[in-house]
T-cell receptor, first 108, second 115 residues
């Protein structure tokens, strides 16, 4: 059974700080998804990656296949980045296995 | 594109009643997923379809849960009879293909409360 572990579970930071959220996953997962869930509950897909690095605005996602580890970084964090960030593993013909999420609060 | 559409957005029902949740995937997407989110367990995959065919329903918690996809533009998740522990947010998502490499687009969710 695929497994995904995320850390930290909760993170509070000041506006402007560099944020890192980590995700480790098990053998069998070949693609890693990063999702964002806002307080209103909607889920948005941020990145899907199977190798290397992707960047979108202030968000950067990296993956190390050998170590089975992925990170989500937020540069120049802002209060509107406050949300739950969820990593999820996908592999082959399969749905997603989710981490428990990181509750991020950015204080002004 | 309207995105994934789910209805109803909120449902409150009494224990023992039948509940039907509905989902319209993004046009052209071949795969559809049903997820459940609770505080205790987070997000869990219940069942997924590819080209309207159920592929894996091992995440469906009990026989009280059933899902259908009669055509490419519509799916239902039914709970009969409902129980208080079924209270959760149920998300539907769709993707172009089934592969784990594909981006999934989530609907707004249905918040179910079973009294």
């Amino acid at each position: 059974k695929n497994e995904v572990e995320q850390s930290p579970q909760n993170l509070t930071a000041q506006e402007g700080e560099f944020i890192t959220i980590n995700c480790s996953y098990s053998v069998g997962i070949s693609a890693l998804h990063w999702l964002q869930q806002h307080p209103g509950g909607g889920i948005v897909s941020l990145f899907m990656l199977s190798s290397g690095k992707k960047k979108h605005g202030r968000l950067i996602a990296t993956i190390n296949i050998q170590e089975k580890h992925s990170s989500l970084h937020i540069t120049a964090s802002h209060p509107r980045d406050s949300a739950v960030y969820i990593c999820a593993g996908g592999g082959g013909a399969d749905g997603l296995t989710f981490g428990k999420g990181t509750h991020l609060i950015i204080q002004p | 594109d309207a995105g994934v559409i789910q209805s109803p957005r909120h449902e409150v029902t009494e224990m023992g009643q039948e509940v039907t949740l509905r989902c319209k995937p993004i046009s052209g997407h071949n795969s559809l997923f049903w997820y459940r989110q609770t505080m205790m367990r987070g997000l869990e995959l219940l069942i997924y379809f590819n080209n309207n065919v159920p592929i894996d329903d091992s995440g469906m918690p009990e026989d009280r849960f059933s899902a259908k996809m009669p055509n490419a533009s519509f799916s239902t998740l039914k709970i009969q009879p409902s129980e208080p522990r079924d209270s959760a947010v149920y998300f539907c998502a769709s993707s172009l293909t089934l592969a784990g490499f594909d981006t999934q687009y989530f609907g707004p969710g249905t918040r179910l409360t079973v009294l």
